[in-house]
């Protein structure tokens, strides 16, 4: 579409120009003032004291803090793990769009990632060991959210099947937990994971935080998941599997040949855009005290030298959502057609 | 020739009938494997059960609800029902849930009426809206709902003082708080709500029986509602500035107020979209044959257009509503007191937390089965209306 012809669009007939000259002078009250803010009275280099003066923007807290938004109180001299956690987690992920890829080497290669990722970020052996309460930012949420997707996708698989099989004991099971799940907040979830799971292990075991919400977000994502799925298995027709089982090929077989790659084919874009609302669930973390990357944002507004610069912190965190979120929506939508051509 | 056909023409066994032999059909295939499957969980669970119980005889703990009727010792911030330190926890908690209702209902109310305009506005042809329209949403949708919140929650604690406080009209936005204008009465609201209840359940009535002038009838309506609510002392009360503070009308929490501002934008961004998809599933060719027929443009969206999308549009918002209602649990972030709030300040108070978190989730459980059940009742409407009746 080029310029001159959405102007013709914009001022075409009367009611269109007061539309456009009315929505044109709602953007001139907002946009010069945000622009004065973040562009020509920003402060781009200083302290506290120099942004205190100024009445824009501290672009200057972002440079003194962003390694602790990304990374919150990691050891800096250890800095190279996450950064190696988050480049893998991110390199993996581009990998896994492309669909000439997908097969066992992804399926495969994301487990391997993901213990190795794990191993990195805690250390053992001949990586200095760091405590999880000095983990955080960028490569908790993403370490979070990846490793919950890897284990709640087979599970849904599993809870999804249950439901549409003809075995009613199994089938009660898992419409039962789906739907307390799907009723019950997040939060909620987290506080179990919080309060009651450390009590059910027994006696001595300690799991740490991280851990514990890493689990119980898991079970949580897999009922919303496993729905998902469900969507797809009810596409395909009873035929398919009676077919399947005329020829001979067991129940298990015939899941894994015939019916799931037809019934995941045709929920792939709504998988994509579930994981995309999961990446954004994960910030709930920060309600129980986990530093992921909102609570790294978060607490980097309340250190004595840089108080207070909370638009700044927030605009930074939610730049990286943002970057995370729209990239995966469009991935969805040019998968959804693309699917729909083949 | 009749051809021997059984009763319900589906078992073909003439003993496959009875209570029992429904059981077995229902419970089907492989039976002792999912026993031993169920039994597996089941013992899972159990093992948690038994050391769960042995934590909390290590901690001293005694399950049981018998704490609801002891005293709790904290303040409520913000409470529509009266609650002071000392009260029971069961108080606490009747406390929690009037807190969650009053910001998921009026966030449910919010949403929908900025989704409503907003979906609309991006229908529009308008290229310049259109965009507006887009940047708004996809930023909106692509950030988390915590995230907002921590920044509408800065923003309401860093509002200048009432001296500085921008508004006018009413609305004030204050660090001691949003003032808006209220609704008083000098006689209760008993009269009054029953005035305005009688007047438009008069003119539902009174619609049903005419074809023509239903109007007219409604502003007849209005306007005695306005006439009567005026002659029995019901006022605006506005607020207003006086000396160094705002005084007069209703005066909402930052942490309310932030929490309602941040579900309203979240939710409106998801609702906008359900709109847009829902009139946009209304194929042009009904618009086009409606115009031919000479409908005007209200009379277009009103009796073809509308009633198709609300079919598309009532099941997304049903779980739009149920989402914002579970998202408000984050209240607890910025300490508004709602339901898991003060579960959470209980828990900690009182050790109960498996009993704190079972009526979290049973709460919730009765909020999402009601409301669905609810919207359904509506659906059934809602989906009737406009089909070929039989």
Known sequence: MTLSSTLRRAFAGPANIALSLATLSILALILPPLFGWAVTHAVWQGDMETCRAASGACWAFLQAKARFILFAFYPAEQLWRPVLVVMALLVLMILSTLPRLWGKALLTLWPITLLSAWWLMAGSGPLPRVSVNDWGGLPVTLLVWTTCMAFALPTAVLLALARQSRMGGLRSLSVAYIEVMRATPMVAILYFAMLILPMALPNGIILDKIARATIMTALFFTAYLAEVVRGGLQTIPAGQAEAASALGLGYWRTVQLIVLPQALNKVIPGLVNLAIGFLLATSLLAVIGVFDLLNAAKASTTDPAWMGFYDEAYIFAALIYFVLCFGG???????ERRLQRH | ????????????????????????????????SQIAAILGIAALLLWFGLNVA????????????????????????????????????????????????????????????????????????????GGLVRFYIEAIRNTPLLLQLFFWIALARNLPGPKQAPGGAGFYLSNRGIFVPALTSASGWLVPVAVVAGLGLAAIVASRFLSRGRGLVWLAAVALSALALSALGVGLDIAHLQGFNIRGGMSLSPEFAALLTALTVKFSASIAEIVRAGILSVPVGQREAARALGLNDWQILRLVVLPQALRVIVPLITSSFLDLAKDSSLAVAIGYPDLVSILNTTANTTGQA?????????????????????????????????????
Request: proline share 5%; glycine share 10%.
């Open chain 2, 354 to 390: 498996i009993e704190a978190v079972f009526i979290m989730t049973v709460s919730f459980l009765a909020l999402n089965l009601s409301v669905a059940a609810l919207m359904n009742r509506y659906n059934t409407r809602v989906a009737l209306r406009g089909q070929v009746k039989r």
């Open chain 1, 329 to 335: 929506s469009r991935y969805s939508l040019w998968l």
């Open chain 2, 1 to 32: 020739m009749t051809l021997p056909v059984t009763s319900d023409g589906q078992s073909p066994h003439p003993f496959a009938r009875g209570k029992f032999a429904a059981l077995v059909e229902w419970w089907g295939p492989r039976p002792w």
């Open chain 2, 54 to 129: 042995a934590s909390l005889q290590r901690a001293g703990i005694t399950p049981g609800f018998g704490f609801l009727f002891r005293s709790a010792n904290f303040q409520i911030g913000e409470s529509t029902l009266a609650f002071q330190a000392g009260d029971t926890y069961l108080r606490a908690i009747a406390v929690g849930i009037v807190n969650t209702l009053k910001v998921a209902v009026a966030g449910c109310v919010l949403a929908t009426a900025l989704g409503v305009a907003i979906g609309i506005g991006g229908l529009s042809a308008n290229p310049i809206l």
